[in-house]
Every structure is written in C-alpha cells, then in structure tokens.
C-alpha cells in the first residue's frame, strides 16, 4: 500500500484536491471528519473538552460549538495547544486503526490521508509522499473569509496559527499549485497521479 500524505493550510483547497485523488481511485482519510467523530457528544474527547471549558462550549443539541471553538483556540495559543493535546492522539490513532484495517483489505491501495496539520505533527516521516496544495498568502485569506464569512483580522489569527505554506514546501515531494482555475488544479492532480501510478 502506498501512503500519500496531503496537507495545505486552511482555505487552500486540500478537500477539493482530495475529492479529485478519490475520483482517480484513491481512498482518502480526512483527519478533519475524524476529529469532529471524536469529540461527538459523550466521547471521551468530547468529556475532556466539556470539563476544561464547561458546558457553555455546548450547543443545543449536546455538540461542541465549532465556531465558539474555533475562535477561542485561534486567538490563544496555550489554548490551541490543549486542545490538540486531546484531539490528535486520538485522530492518530485512529488513523492508525483505519490504515491498518484497510491494508489488510486492499494491500494495493493508494491511501491519501488528507491531514491539515501533517507537517506541524511530524506525520510526514510516516507517508511515502507528501502532497501540497499551495496558494498565495493573499487568496488563501480571501477564500477564508469568503468561506467562513469572518473579518480579515479573523481570517489573518486562523492563518498564522499554521506554519506558513511557504515554510511546508521544504516538506512535499510535490505541489500543486491551487492559485488558479479548478481545471488548473485538476491537470495537476492528473500529473500526480499519472507520476505516482508510473512509480509504482
């Protein structure tokens, strides 16, 4: 089995780029939809999340306010950090799980593991290939705030709370560069997956 780690940053575009791999056969893992399974009302994460901030975190229905989250976690540092202390062993080792059921399934497979943060938590020594999807500085904050309907300043914590796209680079075997048209994207993509198929 072949392992391809894809990362970004937010609003980069990794999700578009992931559903274009699957589309060519890959099986994708998005860490962001098993972090919102582990900390699902009554999870121990989600208790963990319960117990720091207290119940006023909650919405209606017993879940975690993302947005609420999201804004305190972007705007504070030491809180951003506990709370990856509770969510990302768990996602990693749920990965772990699902990789590992998965090769014993399919041993041919091309797994992506669609991973924002593969970078920032060492993942990349655990992948054959590291997949970034770039944009420029200026788009990725326009996109942000188009998407998620946030001011720039707001936009602005979100994207300095990740390493730079600049700075992951140094990191990818390959980038696909996401500043333009989604055909742009998707030539790309095709490159990839052609190069990766070929090296096989």
Do not use: C
Not at 158 to 176: D, G, S, W
């Amino acid at each position: 089995m072949l392992i391809v780690g894809l990362t970004g940053g937010i609003a980069s575009g990794k999700s578009l780029v992931a559903r274009m791999l699957e589309r060519k056969g890959a099986l994708v893992l998005d860490a962001d939809a098993i972090a919102r399974e582990v900390v699902a009302p009554g999870a121990p994460a989600w208790r963990e999340i319960v117990d720091w901030l207290g119940e006023s975190i909650l919405l209606a229905d017993g879940s975690i306010d993302r947005g609420r989250l999201g804004r305190l976690v972007f705007s504070d540092a030491a809180a951003r950090q506990k709370l990856n202390a509770i969510v990302h062993p768990r996602v990693g080792q749920e990965l772990i799980d699902r990789t590992g059921a998965i090769e014993r399934r399919n041993p041919g497979a091309v797994l992506v593991y669609d991973v924002p943060l593969l970078i920032e938590a060492g993942m990349q020594q655990h992948v054959d290939r590291v997949l970034l999807v770039y944009v420029t500085p200026e788009i990725q904050l326009q996109r942000l705030q188009r998407r998620d309907k946030l001011t720039r300043d707001e936009a602005l914590a979100r994207v300095k709370a990740q390493m730079p796209l600049e700075e992951k680079k140094n990191y990818a075997h390959t980038v696909i560069d996401n500043n333009g048209t989604i055909r742009q994207t998707a030539r790309q993509v095709a490159r990839f997956w052609a190069d990766l198929v070929r090296s096989r």
